[in-house]
């Protein structure tokens, strides 16, 4: 009955690791990204994440994410951006981004397909935890018209 026993806790505890084991292989997308929103700034309620009303006019410029950590314990936060963003039926881009979190080392636009339009932001944090608020500043270029506004991201494991 000992032996039984035994064998019945061994395939229990294998088979709970391998449940444990799908959970962590659905925490991202799988290339490795993440889910990002920006809500304006104060609207983000943890328990509907999903309500439209709370989302920033610059969200329909933000992709995924994907977070890495530096040699020097850094997190790098890597979002893709959209290049054809529409605000108010008219096409537009991020064009500033800043923070006044303290945990915020930097923030940065880049163009990495060198077509004029920035394509990714790069947040550079000492400390992060996902589904945690990043506090941005930002301005959108609609057309000719540049809007600055302040809001808050989340990237959702």
């Keep these: 009955m000992k032996k039984l026993f035994k064998k019945f806790a061994a395939i229990g505890m294998a088979a709970m690791m391998i449940m444990a084991m799908g959970v962590t292989a659905f925490a991202a997308n ?6 990002a929103r920006l809500y304006k700034n104060g609207e ?8 439209e009303d709370t989302f920033s006019m610059g969200n329909g410029a933000i992709g995924d994410a994907v977070v890495t950590v530096d040699d020097e314990g850094n997190y790098v936060i890597v979002i893709n951006l ?13 064009t500033a981004v ?41 301005t959108v270029a609609v057309w000719i018209m540049p809007v600055s506004s302040s809001g808050d991201l989340v990237i959702f494991e």
């Design 98 to 138: 800043s923070s006044s979190d303290s945990n915020i080392i930097s923030t940065s636009l880049q163009d990495t397909d060198g077509n004029g339009i920035n394509d990714t932001l790069t947040i550079v944090a000492s400390s992060y935890t996902f589904g945690s608020i990043i506090n941005l500043d930002f």
């Design 30 to 35: 799988e290339d490795g990204s993440h889910e």
């Design 44 to 51: 983000f309620d943890s328990s509907n994440i999903d309500d």
């Design 82 to 94: 959209d290049e054809n963003f529409t605000a108010y039926g008219m096409s537009g881009e991020l």
